[in-house]
């Protein structure tokens, strides 16, 4: 479409819109202007207000999560709390595989190589 239909059809759409008067004519009575005047500051109230709603809205919906995440912590906390403590066995000292005698430990070996090389 070209920018004459484009503008056609704009203009075509407006024209209803254009038909009413947005701001009373100055000659207009002071009773129509004051109705003017007080519709326009109610549609600015009612702006204002939805507005203080929707900041309203949003400041209920973020201290949710607020605390939501804290009672979540918190549940954390309780949790980790509530866990038995890992305790680690007493060292009694090296135990027995580092104490074992030279000719143990030789005899061993020796019945591993001769285990190794019996293969069937």
């Known amino acids: 479409m070209t920018r004459l239909g484009f503008l056609f059809v704009a203009i075509v759409l ?3 819109a254009r038909a009413q008067p947005l701001i ?3 000659s207009a009575s002071i009773a129509a202007r004051l109705d003017f005047q007080m519709r326009m ?8 207000l ?7 809205r949003d400041n209920q919906a973020m201290s949710l999560e607020t605390r939501l995440r804290a009672d979540r912590a918190a ?6 709390a509530r866990r038995p403590a890992l305790t680690l066995a007493p060292q009694a000292g090296p135990g027995p595989y580092a ?13 591993v190589r001769a285990a190794s090389k019996n293969r069937r």
């Open 75 to 80: 549940a954390d906390i309780d949790a980790a």
């Open 99 to 111: 104490s074992i005698p030279d000719a143990a430990l030789a005899a061993s070996e020796a019945r």
């Open 24 to 26: 009373p004519p100055p």
């Open 14 to 16: 407006a024209a209803p």
């Open 50 to 56: 939805a507005a203080l709603r929707a900041i309203d």
């Open 41 to 48: 500051d109610l549609l600015r109230a009612e702006a204002d």
